[in-house]
């Protein structure tokens, strides 16, 4: 009958060594999937907020000579009131 030859110790070596470089790889490579998920995650928000932005300024372009846009404008970013309006002061 036919024997087989043992398996050298230098072998083993090599395999575990092999074994080990795969999972090593293997988990860095999962690392890089992790952190780009995360950068796309980011970069899409980003862009999301861009696109809100741009809508924004779209709309800010188109009324910017309609009369109720300007008041409101006004109203919201200057402080400023109609004379017809009452104004109130709460104090603390």
């Known amino acids: 009958m036919f024997r087989s030859k043992p398996v050298g110790l230098l ?3 090599l395999c ?3 074994v080990v ?3 090593l790889t293997f988990l860095h490579v999962r ?3 992790s952190d780009t998920k ?3 995650e980011t970069l899409t928000q980003q862009v999301n907020d861009q696109t809100q932005t ?3 300024l779209s709309n800010a372009i188109e009324n910017r000579d ?3 846009y300007i008041e409101d404008i006004a109203r919201e970013k200057l402080g400023l009131v109609t004379s017809n309006d009452r104004v109130f002061y709460i104090t603390d």
């Open 38 to 40: 995360n950068t796309i």
């Open 16 to 18: 575990l060594i092999l």
């Open 66 to 68: 309609d009369p109720s």
């Open 31 to 33: 690392r890089q999937i």
């Open 54 to 56: 741009n809508t924004e």
């Open 11 to 13: 072998l083993k070596i």
């Open 21 to 23: 470089y795969m999972a």
